[in-house]
């Protein structure tokens, strides 16, 4: 369900790294901060907690970045989306304070958020993860668009690769590198035949991720169920929110949203997990059988090096380009 409120836009400490910012006003070649319209409302169950939780979705101001505010202790508590508060990364992107509460499977949220284009907003909860939807992003970008959007009179930043950097190992790594257009490639390789190894490819400018990504959904094996919820997780998962893959095919009505929704998947993740960054990236992301974790340690990586990245005004005018999910090779 989805319900606009009118609340006043609430003000927050800059973080660190959005600091540098500039107000633009009067200028047209850069590109401006965004934040929501109006608050949004929607409640669902956490994957993984299996709790009902209700979630908001509220304006910030410019600078403020993407903060989750946890509303069911005894006083609000906020935790800004970073990598540098990223406590656990098993099968989802948890963050939280050092001791204190934390917000669970932030990561279609956040891909959903980059996905539009918002830089500053409030995400209200009331228990400790945000709710799974159907599973991906595209239920947060219908609930974006029912808020609304506006321009804030701050130059948009991004987080500008210089120089390569790779975590990981020849099975599993993450490499990022310089690249004129923010691109994600992605290859999988699961011991299934109903997902076996898959490649793809899209580059993020003009609503790729909106038409390419957003709609794939999170998938399990459903000999794995068992034992994933005796350890604690996936206790809200069932066929309305996950691909759940059998040995002879998928159990959801319907079947699979594209032929490879299962690498689109795992590439809105990387979406997501990358906006932890404090903003976009640019620059080229690919992630070989990689995962919450790897992507997590790429951006420890990255930002250990002052000389592998900078700060950057995104220019007004998008190059025009074929954005189109690709399959390769």
């Known amino acids: ?73 005894d006083r609000p508590v906020d935790i800004a989306a970073s990598w540098r508060n990223v406590v656990e990364t098993r099968l989802c992107t948890r963050i939280g304070l050092p001791g204190g509460p934390f917000v669970a499977t932030v990561e279609h949220l956040m891909a959903a958020l980059a996905g539009s284009e918002i830089d500053n907003a409030i995400v209200e909860l009331d228990g400790p993860e945000v709710p799974v939807m159907d599973g991906s992003s595209a239920p947060f970008m219908f609930l974006i668009e029912c808020a609304g959007v506006v321009e804030q009179p701050v130059a948009r930043r991004a987080m500008k690769i210089l120089k390569e950097v790779e975590v990981g190992t020849t099975d599993c790594f993450v490499r990022l590198a310089p690249a004129s257009v923010t691109t994600i490639s992605f290859d999988i390789d699961f011991d299934s035949p109903v997902i076996g190894h898959q490649k793809g490819e899209v580059r993020l400018a003009n609503g790729t991720f909106k038409s390419e990504i957003s709609r794939a959904r999170t998938f399990g094996f459903l000999h794995d169920f068992d ?24 159990m959801n009505e319907g079947g699979l949203r594209y ?19 404090g903003g976009p990236l640019l620059g080229r992301f690919h992630g070989h059988r990689s995962g919450h974790h790897l992507h997590h340690a790429a951006l420890v990586q990255l930002f250990s090096d002052p000389a592998a990245w900078r700060w950057v005004d995104l220019p007004a005018v998008v190059p025009a380009i074929d954005g189109r999910f690709a399959a390769t090779a």
């Open 1 to 73: 369900m989805t319900t606009a409120l009118n609340d006043p836009r609430p003000k927050l400490d800059l973080p660190p790294a959005r600091a540098m910012a500039r107000r633009v006003t009067g200028r047209s070649d850069v590109m401006l901060q965004r934040t929501l319209k109006s608050p949004i409302r929607c409640a669902g169950i956490g994957l993984h907690s299996g709790a009902k939780v209700e979630m908001v979705l509220k304006p910030a101001e410019a600078d403020s970045g993407i903060v989750f505010r946890r509303t069911d202790g």
């Open 227 to 250: 034992k994933l919820r005796a350890a604690g997780l996936a206790r809200g998962g069932s066929l309305d929110n996950a691909v759940v893959v059998t040995a002879d095919g998928v």
């Open 259 to 277: 032929d490879d929704e299962f690498v689109r998947h795992k590439m809105l993740d990387a979406v997501g997990d990358l906006y932890l960054a």
